[in-house]
């Protein structure tokens, strides 16, 4: 079990740090003045010499790596000194983001290798696919102060954590899915309104949903 988890860890590092490789190989048909920051729309908004890509690319990869070891080991990190989740689960998650950080890389090296732009048909197709990602693994995680919905009335009731989970869980899983349909096939400025209306959506009803169980609740404890 050991050497299949390290093995599994190696792939994941390599998978990470491909983009880099990737750089390397392009190096030479790359301009010499390229994006190096990206705004919120993912548009660059600052050039510089491509020297710079090693630092964006390299952060970009690092983090990635960075999430991905921090959630195998989230339990040891627990107060509460538990195993917050089966492992199988946070191995999933963290395999995902990875994934996801990795796909961002190689986007910003081809679109800068082909001299084109990122554009919202690729990106927000791809945030809705890790919204629903994470959302068909919410089920399964167990109460905790590091992943979840963590609210003051989550955390103090497993039946609360459970119940708005297993609502969270569909709604951020079918709600990712058509918020990554929708991309691509709506013009660009509605694609990205509705993305983020089906975000607040999937982030609001849960929390009043969890908010009214914790007074249901508090009620029963008072009669």
Do not use: C
């Not at 689960?89 to 190689?106: H, M, P, Q, S, Y």
């Not at 089920?139 to 003051?152: D, H």
């Not at 009803?205 to 969890?210: H, L, N």
């Amino acid at each position: 079990m050991q050497t299949r988890s390290s093995l599994v860890n190696w792939v994941i590092i390599i998978l990470a740090l491909s983009p880099v490789i990737y750089l390397i190989l392009i190096w030479s048909s790359l301009p010499g003045i390229v994006p190096v920051h990206y705004n919120l729309n993912f548009k660059p908004d600052k050039m510089d010499t491509k020297d710079h890509l090693w630092l964006l690319i390299g952060i970009i990869s690092g983090i990635s790596l960075l999430v991905y070891f921090l959630l195998l080991n989230i339990h040891k990190f627990d107060p509460k000194q538990r195993r917050v989740s089966s492992s199988f689960v946070f191995t999933k998650l963290a395999i995902g983001i990875v994934v996801f950080l990795t796909i961002i890389n190689f986007l910003i090296l081809i679109s800068i290798k082909q001299n084109s732009k990122i554009t919202e048909k690729s990106l927000f197709p791809l945030l809705g696919l890790l919204v629903a990602f994470v959302g068909n693994y919410m089920n399964n995680l167990k109460p905790n102060y590091f992943a979840g919905i963590r609210l003051p009335w989550t955390l103090s009731s497993d039946y609360n954590w459970r119940k708005t989970h297993q609502l969270a869980g569909k709604l951020w899983f079918w709600g990712g899915l058509l918020a990554a349909i929708l991309s691509l096939f709506l013009p660009s400025p509605s694609s990205k309104i509705i993305f983020f209306i089906i975000l607040f959506i999937m982030i609001v009803i849960p929390i009043i949903y969890s908010y009214k169980i914790f007074k249901q609740e508090t009620q029963n404890n008072n009669a």
